[in-house]
T-cell receptor, first 109, second 116 residues
Framework: GEDVEQSLFLSVREGDSSVINCTYTDSSSTYLYWYKQEPGAGLQLLTYIFSNMDMKQDQRLTVLLNKKDKHLSLRIADTQTGDSAIYFCADFNDYKLSFGAGTTVTVRA | GAGVSQSPSNKVTEKGKDVELRCDPISGHTALYWYRQRLGQGLEFLIYFQGNSAPDKSGLPSDRFSAERTGESVSTLTIQRTQQEDSAVYLC??????????????FGPGTRLTVL
């Protein structure tokens, strides 16, 4: 099956940039996604990138994809306390999403 | 329009009892998915429905788990003879069902199941 791995924890100071990294193994993934999960809530789609792109920017979010190394990252500029959450990367192949275990981002004042 | 809804939001049951979880997908979405999220872990795929096609049940962990979907609407996930290891958040997602391009999945808030 497909494996998606992420760092488990990230602590960042308010106002700094956060970078969350993810690696995946399925070379036939067509799309890669980032989801955000706040405490007690479901998953909120943040952004996604098509596998033939290497960068996508959406307001404070920048997604970088290195398809050769199967490495995906999410950068959050000017991190705010409301960005504290668990962030999941997922790869999409056919109709299935394969999720990483999630990165818990803690924003400190 | 309305998002994916799930009920109940919380369910506490005794070991050995059966439970039924419900998912209402986004109207017009032909694809529906169930996932399980154990505490501190990522999402584990359980089952996928696409229109009138046979569902992909490859993720169901045992024959105690089953799911049904009526047409392209409501789905129910049933767990028979619940065990403590079934305790988890059960998430439902739906998507428009365009399989040849990225088919973004939208998630419901989940049902938190606790088996005592």
């Amino acid at each position: 099956g497909e494996d998606v791995e992420q760092s488990l924890f990230l602590s960042v100071r308010e106002g700094d940039s956060s970078v969350i990294n993810c690696t995946y193994t399925d070379s036939s993934s067509t799309y890669l996604y980032w989801y955000k999960q706040e405490p007690g809530a479901g998953l909120q789609l943040l952004t996604y990138i098509f596998s033939n792109m290497d960068m996508k920017q959406d307001q404070r979010l920048t997604v970088l994809l290195n398809k050769k190394d199967k490495h995906l990252s999410l950068r959050i500029a000017d991190t705010q306390t409301g960005d504290s959450a668990i962030y999941f990367c997922a790869d999409f192949n056919d109709y299935k999403l394969s999720f990483g275990a999630g990165t818990t981002v803690t924003v400190r004042a | 329009g309305a998002g994916v809804s799930q009920s109940p939001s919380n369910k506490v049951t005794e070991k050995g009892k059966d439970v039924e979880l419900r998912c209402d997908p986004i109207s017009g979405h032909t694809a529906l998915y169930w996932y399980r999220q154990r505490l501190g872990q990522g999402l584990e795929f359980l089952i996928y429905f696409q229109g009138n096609s046979a569902p992909d049940k490859s993720g169901l962990p045992s024959d105690r788990f089953s799911a049904e979907r009526t047409g392209e609407s409501v789905s129910t996930l049933t767990i028979q003879r619940t065990q403590q290891e079934d305790s988890a958040v059960y998430l439902c997602a739906s998507s428009p069902g365009r399989q040849r391009v990225g088919d973004t999945q939208y998630f419901g808030p989940g049902t938190r199941l606790t088996v005592l």
